[in-house]
């Protein structure tokens, strides 16, 4: 093992809703500054993949989701000094409005076509958004 340097795993959800997708504008937490992702973050010992998924969307955006489905499976090493192993997860949306409940991390939620995403992308989302549009499904960067 190089250092302290750990190998981190990471769960990203697409949620959804009439068409569009849930993804808010990160700030400053040290990477992925002004990136658009949807709701994620680390698994949590012994957390399922979909606890894990249900756990960040209530804590970040206060919404409910289900139908949670495999997308993705990720090598992230583009931000420095960082390395990932990102679980991708697609999801539909169940209920509440999106509200940003970690305003140290995030500016804000909003619903977007496929056709019409804003930018820049978080990693990951790139790598969700082609898995959906290719059916791939592992990335090894």
């Given amino acids: ?3 302290d340097k750990v190998v981190k795993i990471g769960i990203g ?6 068409g569009k997708v849930l993804l808010g504008k990160r700030k400053d937490v040290g990477y992925g500054k002004g990136e658009y992702a949807g709701p994620g973050g680390h ?3 012994g957390e399922s993949f979909a606890n894990c998924a249900k756990r960040e969307c209530r804590e970040e955006a206060g919404i409910e989701i289900g139908n949670i489905r495999f997308l993705s499976l990720t090598n992230i090493k583009k931000y420095s ?3 990932y192993v990102d679980i991708g997860l697609l999801a539909d949306w169940k209920g509440g409005t999106p509200e940003v409940l970690e305003p140290t991390k995030l500016e804000s939620w909003g619903w ?3 056709d019409n995403l804003p930018k820049p992308l978080f990693e ?4 969700y958004l082609q898995a ?3 059916g791939q499904t592992f990335f090894d960067e």
């Fill in 132 to 134: 959906l549009k290719t």
């Fill in 1 to 3: 093992m190089a250092g």
């Fill in 81 to 83: 000094g960082l390395h």
């Fill in 112 to 114: 977007y076509d496929l």
């Fill in 13 to 18: 959800v697409l949620i959804f809703k009439n």
């Fill in 43 to 45: 698994l949590e010992f």
């Fill in 124 to 127: 990951p989302v790139k790598h």
